[in-house]
T-cell receptor, first 113, second 118 residues
Framework: EAQVTQNPRYLITVTGKKLTVTCSQN?????MSWYRQDPGLGLRQIYY???????DKGDVPEGYKVSRKEKRNFPLILESPSPNQTSLYFC????????????FGNGTRLTVT | AQKITQTQPGMFVQEKEAVTLDCTYD???????LFWYKQPSSGEMIFLIY??????QNATEGRYSLNFQKARKSANLVISASQLGDSAMYFC???????????????FGTGTRLKVLA
């Protein structure tokens, strides 16, 4: 089944403890990206990547890192999480065609205390 | 400046009626794409419909159609014959220009929560 898989689905952590949210897609998509969803703010793009070793900042990159060492994986790294990073996170991917829609993972709900 | 505006935080519609969800956008790019996504209470994001900036015809997908008015920079979603299962949050999104890496950014609106009444 074609899908974007995020793990974990739920994560509770403490301020300053490094964490990684994994994202993997099995559709051979070139483009992958991360978003956070907050009430009243919609989804905001954190980082995106057109292909292996090519990443760029979205609108809210502060406090996040990403890497794209393989085409299928695009992990989101929070080196020192803070409570304001408590949010619902989505990973998404799409083909190289610009009219291709984003395929989303099921989301990761992160709570930082 | 907000680039995607959804002015209706919440809407109600009677089952079997049609409903229009508003979306206006702001961009200086000539080439862009507009998308609508549905997010049911279970949380997943479901793609509904796409309109390219150069598409002359309004996009349609089953009961969904996109009323694209380029000069007014609006891309309203029309859902015909509403069903109870249409109750969800709906997001308008825009794929805009090329970033420094030659890739594209996506911008989402704040969403409209639609409730279909039996």
């Amino acid at each position: 089944e074609a899908q974007v898989t995020q793990n974990p689905r739920y994560l509770i952590t403490v301020t300053g403890k490094k964490l990684t949210v994994t994202c993997s897609q099995n559709m051979n998509h070139e483009y992958m990206s991360w978003y956070r969803q907050d009430p009243g703010l919609g989804l905001r793009q954190i980082y995106y990547s057109m292909n292996v070793e090519v990443t760029d900042k979205g609108d809210v990159p502060e406090g996040y890192k990403v890497s794209r060492k393989e085409k299928r994986n695009f992990p989101l790294i929070l080196e020192s999480p803070s409570p304001n990073q408590t949010s619902l996170y989505f990973c998404a991917s799409r083909t190289g065609r610009t009219n291709s829609p984003l395929h989303f993972g099921n989301g990761t709900r992160l709570t930082v205390t | 400046a907000q680039k995607i505006t959804q002015t209706q935080p919440g809407m109600f519609v009677q089952e079997k009626e049609a409903v229009t969800l508003d979306c206006t956008y702001d961009t200086s790019d000539q080439s862009y794409g507009l998308f609508w996504y549905k997010q049911p209470s279970s949380g997943e994001m479901i793609f509904l419909i796409y309109q390219g900036s150069y598409d002359e015809q309004n996009a349609t997908e089953g009961r969904y159609s996109l009323n694209f008015q380029k000069a007014r920079k609006s891309a309203n979603l029309v859902i015909s014959a509403s069903q109870l299962g249409d109750s969800a949050m709906y997001f308008c999104a825009m794929r805009e220009g090329i970033g420094t890496s030659g890739t594209y950014k996506y911008i989402f609106g704040t969403g409209t929560r639609l409730k279909v009444l039996a």
